[in-house]
């Protein structure tokens, strides 16, 4: 017969030296229940004393200056005990034996365990824990020995108690793994291992029972961890439950409808619902000062990112962008505050200014000789000749300065605004206006145009959001509304200021509140902004990493030698996996936010309105954080894939290449989506890189592109939960559950094309 090759283990117990003792992890529960009861004592229990005041012990020790300078000092030996032990065990564990030895004689006495010198001697602690142990507690002493007087005295105190008890309640737990070793099912498998060594010795193999216990000791371990990660998931589990939950029922409720303009004041005979569109419009005319008409109709038939140039002129920069700023030298500079302003705005001694320094002429032959002199060789209208530059009108003035601008761009369209008929092409104007500039328009020809444009509905959100100022007075969950609807009415009618308003239950979570723009009131805001900046992040995010990160795999897997280079760059890659994702942050804001802000402002393609801070610098950040783990999945993939596939494909002539791309890739593409999954699962919530790199918290443009500013929903909700207004907690809670559908929706896009390749994979 074949000879067995089982070896005894080194280190096993004599079990002719011990008896048998108690479940082990029954042992181990007691233990711990009991360090942890004890270190409660030691701390809070007090002192026996005729004093009923009396502080606990632990508190006392903690409040005396003497031992909070002494805590960390105890932890110096004991590390240097661990770290050596871990490094020489051989030479620590008879004094070990030694020292174990009183703890020994207790459990003995009651019959568990025994005194007698074992054949094989257990180290009491084994060298991963020892060399860990060491570790921690030397990282324990650095941290009080750098925070030490730096840190708040509550906070220090708070985090000395929790070490003291960590440790204490560590140190009975490695006792209780190293002195009771011995359970009635690993007895069995000891006996069962000493069988098999003397059937080994005599050329026999081992029997039947002997493998049919050994394989019940294996299988009651197996089950004791199944047992262990079961429980964890259930717990896990049941943590994700009670967040969802928690979310939905701040997402519905009930809340306090009231109004800053009440809709009765605004139509006494007929409610909002009722008003026709003209009857709507008409509402503007008392209630809306003129500027903020021309907000509200830029807003809604135009769109907030439209040019400010267009509308109300260029500013002085635009038209002279060679002229230096600085406010000390007046003569030959214009000030910053006058270099900002539109053109049309310019007083009479700021047109001096301007057009002495763009076009060369003295100062005082402008303000004192007439046009016909002052412009003498250059281009001027005969009808102003005999006029000075003060005294012609805003729209001769920019006329003049067309007709002698060094640059043949400048207009009168560019210098004054465009006129309604160009804004407002693509809409509906009456021709009365059509030659008129968006500033010479009056409130009525404005309400005009919101008239003839917006529907009834349109109309009544714009009433409703800009008029009356919709707002919420007070909200109630989801669980209060249905449990406690009369202790809510007793509530509000208990308040006189809650009284005012309407009781109505509401849903935050509404297409409206998805569509809408961001607006500073929690009853009207929306998340479209930041919804439609996630997307563009993460979609360019996907676009920069999977190929990068793919490409990296091939090269690693396929075409790198095993070398120290490459060792050291597979290292580095799973080391970054790691890196906290603020790095990445700081990192892209040094690099592409600042280093390269001519390419990601979009300077170099001719946009001019950011500054390094947009949506591809923020995808570029993302893609470094995710792409670590992209390389990972995508080699562990591909070393997945059978080396049959490649043989067959070497064998009928292809190529490296053509067997990388057409046989590996597309066998190890199910695997790359997998790892794909988990990091946009983690770069759609991220939220600190995003504010380093220059994510807005309030922002009221909808990114259009690459180089656009944006905001992004984990930000949004960032600021509405730290925001104290009534209602921004509801509104955030709906952002969340819209962020989770987002992420569900990419995440079960891309399960379902990894099913179907694997599908097609398999035939």
Known sequence: MTES??????????????????????????LLVSAALLTAAWLLLPWIAEDSTAVPVGVELLNGSGFRAFAPMWLIPLAAFFLVYAAFPRILRPILQILVLPLRAIPAAFGIGSLRPARFVPPPISLPAARTAGILILVSLVYFLLYKGQVTRSLLE??????????????????????????????GMFRAEDEVLERSENGLMPSESVLQRTLRARKTTASLWRTAFFIANIVGLFALVVLLLNILNQSFGYVLVNYTIKPAELSPNKPLEALSEPELARLFEDKVSLNRLRTITRDNLLNRQFSPTRLFGAQITQIFPEIAFDPERTDQTVSRALGAKPFPTISANERLTVF?????????????????????????????????????????????LAANAPNGSITVDFLLGEPVKLLFANRTFRPEVADK??????????????????????????????????RYD?????????????????????DEALRQGELRFHSWLSLDFITSELTASPATTGLRTSLLGSLWVIILTILIALPLGVGAAVYLEEYAEKNLLNAVIETNIRNLAGVPSIIYGMLG?????????????????GVTDSNGRTVISAAFTMALLILPVVIINAQ????????????????????????????????????????????????????????????????????????????VVPIQVYSWTADPAIGFRNVAAAAIIVLLVVLLTLNTTAIILRQRLSK????
Not at 474 to 494: K, M, P, R
Not at 593 to 605: C, D, H, I, K
């Open 5 to 30: 090759t089982l070896k005894p283990r080194r280190g096993m117990v004599d079990t002719e030296s011990a008896k048998r003792g108690l479940p082990f992890y029954v042992l181990i529960l007691i």
């Open 158 to 187: 708070a985090l000395a108690a929790i070490g003291i008890a960590y440790w204490v309640a560590f140190a009975v737990a490695f006792i209780a793994l190293n002195i009771w070793r011995i359970t009635p099912d690993m007895t």
């Open 356 to 400: 002495s320094l763009g076009l060369g002429i003295p100062r005082e032959t402008l303000a004192d000789q007439p046009i016909s002199v002052a412009f003498a060789g250059k281009t001027f209208d005969a009808a102003i000749a005999e006029d000075t530059l003060r005294e012609i009108s805003i729209e001769k003035l920019a006329a003049l």
């Open 437 to 470: 500039r968006y500033e010479q328009l009056s409130a009525t020809e404005l309400i005009d145009l919101l008239e003839d444009n917006l529907d009834t509905a349109q109309l009544y959100r714009i009433i409703v959001r800009d008029v009356a100022q919709l």
């Open 474 to 494: 007070q909200t109630w969950t989801f669980l209060e509304s249905v449990t406690n609807y009369d202790g809510i009415l007793a509530q509000v009618q208990a």
């Open 589 to 605: 804001l040094a690099i592409f936010v600042r280093t390269l802000e001519q390419l990601t402002s979009g300077a170099f393609v």
């Open 636 to 711: 562990e993939a591909i070393r997945a894939v059978p080396p049959s596939i490649r043989e067959a494909s070497y064998g009928v002539g292809a190529t490296k290449w053509q067997t990388t791309s057409r046989q590996v890739l597309p066998a190890a593409f199910p695997g790359i989506l997998t790892g794909l999954i988990l990091s946009v699962s983690r770069a759609v919530g991220e939220t600190a890189p995003l504010l380093v790199v220059g994510g807005l918290t309030f922002t009221l443009i909808d990114p259009n592109g690459p180089f656009s500013k944006f905001s």
């Open 760 to 763: 097609n994979l398999r035939g």
